[in-house]
């Protein structure tokens, strides 16, 4: 198996050095490296010269603040049989790659390891168990939220080339297009496993943009409204569907304002 590991990143170079030692360390290096760099102006590219990682591709672009469109470049450009996308502020462990050569087979288009979820802000982590796998999981995914993370999953190239899913541009996804992403893969019949092992740091804090409570929330919901009202085939009432989901929101809402409170 040949893996191609695809990172965007912008200004990020203090954490882009951890991420890039976190892939120089792995065990087996049957893989590429390709880093999407959105012209960033800090030192970036001076940290990428000189990783010491052999074969490292190094792409530039324009994206508009639209990661989706980094990620599809990586893509584009990637040779592997197997693709994982790494946040440039998020790590794998050392043996990631070692335990995907021995637990990925061709049965799989999508897995998703566990990770460990890392606020920078308090120094505080716990462990975040992705899946379950399901029947109906596109169903349960729409009704109930995403079960995959970006940097914990790894997809057969061959099954998205196939299927021509690729991560959605508009900006109005920014923060969720990930989301929509792994929806439009489970729609299309990928197989799905999660792995238990935790194979990764997920990191979050105050200048990250996944922290944005308001543009996370509007940005999954015209994920959902999308995939309900253009793509989803099992409820042929619309509207009664995407009111039923208005919950969903309103408990955000609910616990953010919880958590805010201290209550």
């Known amino acids: 198996m040949f893996f191609s590991i ?3 990143t912008f200004n990020n170079a203090y954490f882009l050095k951890k991420a890039l030692v976190s892939i120089k360390n792995q065990t087996d290096s049957n893989f590429e490296l390709i880093v999407v760099d959105n012209h960033s102006t800090d030192e970036t590219q001076k940290i990428i010269e000189e990783s010491g990682i052999d ?15 980094s990620r599809n470049l990586g893509i584009q450009n990637s040779k592997g049989d197997w693709l994982m996308f790494l946040d440039s502020d998020d790590i794998f462990y050392y043996n990631k790659i070692n335990f995907l050569n021995k637990n990925l087979n061709n049965d799989f288009d999508v897995v998703c390891n566990s990770e460990k979820i890392v606020n920078l802000d308090n120094g505080k ?3 975040w168990r992705y899946g379950p796998n399901e029947k109906k999981l596109y169903e349960r995914m729409l009704i109930d939220g995403n079960r995959f993370s970006t940097s914990a999953s790894v997809i057969k190239k061959n099954f998205i080339i ?3 899913i690729f991560f959605n541009e508009r900006k109005d996804f920014i923060t969720a297009e ?5 929806l439009n893969l489970i729609y299309n019949g990928a197989n799905v496993k999660f792995f238990s092992e935790i194979l990764g740091d997920h990191s979050f804090y105050a200048g990250s943009q996944s922290s944005n409570y308001d543009l996370h ?3 999954v919901l015209n994920v959902v409204k999308h995939h309900v ?3 989803q085939n099992f409820n ?6 995407w009111e039923k989901l208005q919950w969903r929101f309103s408990m955000m809402d609910f616990i953010k304002e919880f958590k805010e409170k201290n209550y």
Do not use: E, R, T
């Open 6 to 8: 695809i990172i965007p």
């Open 55 to 69: 074969g490292l591709v190094y792409k530039k672009i324009k994206n508009d603040g639209v990661i989706a469109k």
């Open 125 to 127: 982590s716990k462990i």
């Open 162 to 164: 196939k299927n021509n």
């Open 178 to 182: 990930d989301y929509d992403f792994f």
């Open 217 to 219: 929330k509007n940005s």
């Open 229 to 231: 009202f253009n793509i």
């Open 236 to 241: 042929q009432d619309k509207n009664k569907l």
